[in-house]
């Protein structure tokens, strides 16, 4: 993602934001931490990015990604787990920890779920299912994802301007992409064997 991002500058910092609020495995929070460290001078081998245009960038990649999920919950439903859960990762159980998000919350969880991980990357599919009028949806998406992106932009700005923070990072890279080599690789082996599971919609059936 690092060299993603730093390689295609705010087109890759949009991408990856549009994907991961559509519903794709993909952590926004690194996103978010990796723009806000370039934003200073310590990683010298990357673009220097602002602050204010990585807030605003991610956040419009963000509401659109939402806007695609909730579309697709209003129009196709669970049929679209169904049909591409498995290439997305995606199952059944998530949609259902969504469902129960907005059942308890109601229509404040649209906002609520932006600021969960996890949650937030379905959240707007139960929208979508429930029919949520789509001004409300959209407005409260482009909140919760305002607050999200001004708070990890910030957090990897301030790292990255923190010197023994950077030296560390430097020092670790190899080691540190390993590790997360190995939790990537333990994610999706343990989303792939609770999509097995039956959902909470189907249990109690026969």
Known sequence: MQH?????????LFLITVLSSACLPIPSEVAFGLAGAFCTTAFTTHPQFSVA???????IGEVIGAVIAYELGRYAGRAIVDRYGKYLLLSHKDLDSAEVW???YGTPSVFLGRLVPVVRAVISLP????????????????????????????????????????????DAEYPIIALVVLVLAAGVWHRWHSMKKPPRHARGRG
């Open 53 to 59: 245009s990585v807030v605003i960038i991610g956040t």
């Open 102 to 104: 907005f059942e308890k």
């Open 4 to 12: 993603f991002i730093s390689h295609y500058g705010y087109f890759g």
């Open 127 to 170: 929208a979508g299912l429930a029919e949520m009028k789509r001004g409300r949806f959209l407005a409260l998406t482009t909140l919760g994802s305002l607050i999200w992106a001004v708070l990890l932009t910030e957090l990897g700005y301030h790292a990255g301007k923190n010197q023994h923070f950077v030296k560390y990072f430097h």
